[in-house]
Antibody, heavy 117, light 106 residues
Framework: EVQLVESGGGLVQSGGSLRLSCAAS????????MNWVRQAPGKGLEWVAN????????LYVDSVKGRFTISRDNAKNSVYLQMNSLRVEDTAVYYC??????????WGQGTLVTVSS | SYELTQPPSVSVSPGQTASITCSAD??????TSWYHQKPGQSPVLVIY???KRPSGIPERFSGSNSGNTATLTISGTQAMDEADYYC?????????FGTGTKVTVL
């Protein structure tokens, strides 16, 4: 059974940093692109970033470029999102998602990030 | 930037057909996927590559995509289908989600 379990969310002040983790199991992690998608309270879904199987390619939504960094450790079956210079508008539930052929097959349960002013 | 536009809400009676549209320039040239999301839960994939259903998704869910519009159709809608629905596509090295549609089963 495919499982994606996010952790690392919490309350942080504006300008602060946070590192999210996503632990994967039930599939060959190194075979898949992995993504982070977020959802602000009461709002829709927004794709944040993704990373290629070997970590050699990373893409980001414009609003987080230069502030967020996605990475992965295939030996630990984990993907990470380092978030720096956090803003109030980054407040959201952050989901980890497995990607295949331009869609997201599996999603984690999400971790809440709250940025206070 | 590429934008996917959905109606904010759709209402349907139990047993009837609900259609949710997703519109964008030349959307028919791209793969569109659909997700539903119930309150407090993670999104669930219901249609991918325009028309395909993942295993475990009921046959009452179907999709189409042509021109500038993709459509998710729920035939014989059930109360359990009440949820938010999002379309999604890939454009210019970015994933884009639609604005979301709240489906209410009256």
């Amino acid at each position: 059974e495919v499982q994606l379990v996010e952790s690392g969310g919490g309350l942080v002040q504006s300008g602060g940093s946070l590192r999210l983790s996503c632990a994967a199991s039930g599939f060959t992690f190194s075979n898949y692109w992995m993504n982070w998608v977020r959802q602000a309270p009461g709002k829709g879904l927004e794709w944040v970033a993704n990373i290629k199987q070997d970590g050699s390619e990373k893409l980001y939504v414009d609003s987080v470029k230069g502030r967020f960094t996605i990475s992965r450790d295939n030996a630990k079956n984990s993907v990470y999102l380092q978030m720096n210079s956090l803003r109030v508008e980054d407040t959201a539930v952050y989901y980890c998602a497995r990607e295949i052929v331009q869609h997201f097959e599996y999603w984690g349960q999400g971790t809440l990030v709250t940025v206070s002013s | 930037s590429y934008e996917l536009t959905q109606p904010p809400s759709v209402s349907v009676s139990p047993g009837q057909t609900a259609s949710i549209t997703c519109s964008a320039d030349k959307l028919g040239d791209k793969y569109t996927s659909w997700y539903h999301q119930k309150p407090g839960q993670s999104p669930v994939l219901v249609i991918y590559e325009d028309t395909k259903r993942p295993s475990g998704i009921p046959e009452r869910f179907s999709g189409s995509n042509s021109g500038n519009t993709a459509t998710l159709t729920i035939s014989g809608t059930q109360a359990m289908d009440e949820a938010d629905y999002y379309c999604q596509a890939w454009d210019s090295r970015t994933y884009v989600f639609g604005t979301g549609t709240k489906v209410t089963v009256l």
